[in-house]
């Protein structure tokens, strides 16, 4: 073969192998992408972009999938290392049943690329910025959504014995009328606890006993009892939910979430990633949780009882008996009383935390107004857009979650979105009834004028637990302890009361989506099946999956909105600058240095419980002197806990004795915030 014919093919080889890069690296949103399409997604990218994108493998699944983190940032030939800039982490999928988390977060990826050179705000941000982008964390569990049998799977591979039998994964479900969906079996049973919905009979509802109601069904998930121990589908493959096996507030007695935290080779790929790359200041995270609608985390702190000894020395200081055992509320009224916290709230949860009963589980009390201004920012963007969410449905943050883990022990604000919800049908109030948005537009003195009956009418219609009543909300709004905005929005997450007699059932907006959206394919309907054990049972119920991901027609817009969110939230990240620096002589070779440090991003550069936790870095303020300066007030290395964001400022003053003219170099320093390098002439 000639050389010219050689060089040729070569030629088309290599076209052939850039085109069909090019082709890969488009990214299309009418479909669900497979891992191995994620995959393929990912090293496109960073053969493409090479002077912006790299590839990370961080480690492997359970089921030996690779597990990658694609970074983003500008190669500058002057400027600090990607991994040494502030950076961003964003998250997706961890609990494998979250596929629209994963378009989410390659979205987010496609965007920075394709408008990194025509984008001037998204060129800045990989100029300045490092962004570590992790799209599928579960890919052991988002395989089963393109498997040839679905069911909602939101564990790794790993086999786990889920019903202590000494056997493992020997009892999983099966598609017994092969129509490849694992849904529901119920059959009639003289001890069964479900009934049909009085109002939809596909739908099926607990019996309620004070009524007089029996029920005539048992509910299992389709399949057989393959172990024979008499429970169905206890032991399916695989074992457990990653997003529940991080080290906060970690459930020990919880079977989905293993038997002791990070014992996963998804959770501890990730945790190692993490602490290598302390420049991490933010985390983005697309799950199932909703933290911008929702901003409960864990829980209340758990003691490891109701009552609790006091150390003998802090007794004698407080004034209590050394070998009594006091209530947490008691030690909590006791420390308000002595005014000791120096203007800080004394709570529940610090004094469980600070007896070593239980992890910190609500949001730093400083840290909070962070919080809800990106939630109004958020509810405000979606007004505007002209999104609907069901709020009431938005889920906090889960025990042993990711994103509890980076707020409560790594210390950096996280946010979190599930990105979609099954939309409710609205039902039009009448024109004078007392809503829940109506009441958020109310002063004090107008929700206190409308009495006691139009509130118990609202409290009513909402289903607030009776608890709840008319005259305890007006006298609450009347002494100031809470403004009718923030009432609406307790209200709206309150726990509702079963569901009465004549009520519509919890779950019918699904199947009337489903069938006038999906054209019915959202629901299977209950179709007779000779069961080798049971006998004659019915299958159906809702598909897998239905809750969580939007249709493939529906996954764009959905997710566009999100991304463009998640971009304005990376421009917020602190960012470390000298406001003013200033150097006077005080007399022959005496002068003093100030420098102003300000804050420039909108986030503080350090959470407060990052400072509780110890894992937040402070700002170190180095002064390097020559060989012949001293330092004569002020320390060599200085420390700033932290800076709030907006322009926040902190001075740092120095006198120090040179000759003049010579220049002193004062450096400052966080992880994740970089070097800030200032060089002051002393004249």
Known sequence: MSRRVLFTLGLYLILSFVRLEAETSKLSFDKYHSPAEVSSLLNSWALQYPRLAQLIPIGKSAGNTELLVLR???????????????????????EGVHVVGTEAALMLADKLLSRSS????????????????????????????FASVRYEKWSNSRPEDEDDDGLLDEDGPEDLNKDGLITQMRVKDPEGKWIPDPKESRLVRLADPTKGEKGIYTLYTEGIDNDGDGEYNEDYPGGVALNRNFPHDFE????????????????????????????????????????????????????????????????????????????IKEIVEILKGMNIGGGQEITEDM????????????????????????????????????????????????????????????????????????????????????TADKLKTMSSEEFIALGEEKVAAFLKDQGAPPNINAGMLIGMVKSGQVNPAKMAEMIEKMPKKPQAEGEEHPDAYLLSWSDTFLKGK??????????????????????????????????????????????????KVAELAVKESKVQALGPDVYQVTVYYT?????????????????????????????????????????????GGSGDTRKLEWTIKGKKGSKVTISAWSPKLGTLDTTLVLE
Do not use: C
């Open 72 to 94: 983003l940032a500008a190669q500058e030939k002057a400027g600090p290392d990607p991994d040494m800039r502030p950076a961003i982490f964003i998250s997706a999928n961890l």
């Open 118 to 145: 025509t984008d001037a705000k998204i060129s800045a941000l990989l100029s300045k910025r490092t962004i570590y982008l992790a799209p599928l964390l579960n890919p052991d569990g988002a395989q089963n959504f």
């Open 252 to 327: 020990y007695d919880a079977k989905p979430a293993s038997r002791y935290p990070i014992s996963e080779a998804e959770t501890i790929a990730v945790l190692k990633f993490l602490s290598s790359h302390r420049n991490i200041a933010l985390a983005l995270n697309f799950s199932t949780e909703n933290t911008f609608l929702n901003l409960q985390q864990t829980g209340q702190a758990r003691a490891g009882g109701d009552r609790v000894k006091v150390p003998k020395m802090i007794a004698g200081f407080l004034g209590l008996e050394p070998d009594a055992e006091y209530s």
């Open 351 to 434: 004094v469980a935390t600070f007896f070593g009963m239980g992890p910190a589980v609500a949001l730093d009390r400083e840290d909070v107004p962070i919080f809800e201004a990106i939630q109004k920012e958020y509810k405000d963007a979606l007004k505007e857009a002209k999104l609907d969410y069901p709020e009431k449905r938005a889920k906090g943050v889960g025990k042993g979650s990711f994103a509890a883990y980076a707020y409560f022990q790594y210390g950096v604000p996280v946010f979190s979105s599930d990105l979609w919800a099954v939309p409710e049908p609205k039902k039009e109030p009448p024109k004078d009834a007392l």
């Open 522 to 571: 959202g629901f299977v309907s209950w179709t007779p099946y000779k069961h080798p054990a049971l006998g004659d049972v019915e299958i159906g119920g809702f598909v897998p999956y239905l809750r969580i991901n939007p249709p493939p027609a529906e996954i764009e817009k959905t997710i566009s909105f999100q991304t463009d969110f998640y971009l304005k939230l990376m421009d």
């Open 599 to 643: 804050n420039n991003g909108w986030f503080p550069t350090a959470t407060a419980q990052g400072r509780r936790a110890q894992t937040s870095w402070p700002i170190r303020v180095r002064v390097k002197t020559g060989a012949d300066q001293v330092i004569f007030s002020g320390k060599p290395i200085e420390s700033i806990p932290s800076i």
